[in-house]
């Protein structure tokens, strides 16, 4: 099967988890600065982080798809469990918001990071492996720095959360790691201007 409808199915999976969290702001009561701030501070700042998340699965989700040209079912799998693990983001951030940042919560959301990670992870080796020895991905992604030192950032999270209950410090990791993907990663865009320069 060709990646198209794959492709066009994740985008709208994603389009709906974006609207499902901004459907889930509070408007503040007031209508000044500080009852923005006091109602939905906490909400804005949830909303986000998981934003910039959703983003980043989507935009790695598009540029690893440059270089797939069919998908089995286990690929097709692996992405729905991934949409899966996403499709929680909303739940998560809303309860982590109307906490007020309480350790479960926090710690949930610490957790529905990993799933989401580790779904892409069995998303990419999948893929790896339908390739075979000469697959681009596997070129493009090489050591996978990020991949190796994203999980660190998110166990240091929940641990921080859960032993020492601290959700800002616990937050502060989340967003560290999101800072760490936001930064553009070249590999992929490289390896598909070889490619197109070799056809």
């Excluded at 999976?13 to 701030?37: F, Q, R």
């Excluded at 080796?125 to 390739?131: E, G, T, V």
């Excluded at 553009?184 to 070889?194: L, Y």
Aim: aromatic fraction near 10%; include cysteine.
């Amino acid at each position: 099967m060709r990646t198209s409808r794959l492709e066009a199915f994740s985008d709208g999976v994603l389009a709906i988890i974006i609207t499902i969290m901004v459907l889930e702001l509070k408007v503040p009561e007031s209508h000044d600065l500080s009852g923005l701030l006091h109602d939905s501070g906490n909400g804005l700042l949830t909303y986000l982080l998981s934003f910039v998340w959703i983003g980043i699965y989507w935009v790695n989700h598009h540029h690893m798809f440059h270089l797939v040209r069919q998908v089995g079912g286990g690929v097709l799998w692996a992405n729905l469990a991934l949409l899966f693990t996403l499709s929680l983001l909303p739940f998560t951030t809303a309860w982590m918001d109307e906490s007020v940042f309480a350790r479960t919560p926090v710690v949930v959301y610490g957790l529905n990071l990993i799933a989401a990670a580790l779904a892409y992870l069995v998303l990419q080796r999948l893929i790896i492996r339908q390739q075979g020895p000469e697959s681009p991905l596997r070129h493009a992604v090489g050591g996978d720095l990020k991949g190796k030192i994203s999980p660190f950032f998110y166990l240091a999270g929940i641990l921080t959360a859960l032993l020492v209950d601290q959700a800002a410090i616990a937050v502060a990791f989340f967003a560290a790691c999101a800072l760490l993907w936001f930064i553009p990663d070249r590999r992929i865009d490289r390896v598909v201007r070889e490619l197109e320069t070799v056809d």
